[in-house]
Nanobody, 128 residues
């Protein structure tokens, strides 16, 4: 099963994008969903995570106040609304799903290797 990330594109600094994550064949409502990103030459880093019910969210400091994660379990989808984009946000963005194994979703976001299901990634390019 592979998740499907979409919504990437090229924008100027200060612009906005909305990423979507879907999963044909996987009921996302049972999973915590995270967004990760990887810029060229850099390690993959956690951006944001949301619990299965949507009741709790967590953001990396670098995106806090600018990005908003949400989900619609009826549509089997998770979203990442990105605003006030900066050139340093340029990266391939991936969504990933995992049954919550840890009370702290912040800790989960730091455990890239423990996420079982991944999307193919969507490119976000922010120009100055």
């Amino acid at each position: 099963v592979q998740l499907q990330a979409s919504g990437g594109g090229s924008v100027q600094a200060g612009g906005s994008l909305r990423l979507s994550c879907g999963a044909p064949g996987l009921a996302l409502r049972f999973y915590a969903i995270a967004w990760f990103r990887q810029a060229p030459g850099k390690e993959r880093e956690g951006v944001s995570i949301i619990t299965s019910t949507g009741g709790s969210t967590y953001y990396a400091d670098s995106v806090k106040g600018r990005f908003t994660i949400s989900r619609d379990n009826a549509k089997n989808a998770v979203y990442l609304q990105m605003a006030s984009l900066r050139p340093e946000d340029t990266a391939v963005y991936y969504c990933a799903a995992q049954i919550q194994w840890e009370t702290s979703i912040a800790t989960m976001l730091g455990e890239t290797g423990k996420f079982e299901y991944w999307g193919q990634g969507t490119q976000v390019t922010v120009s100055s």
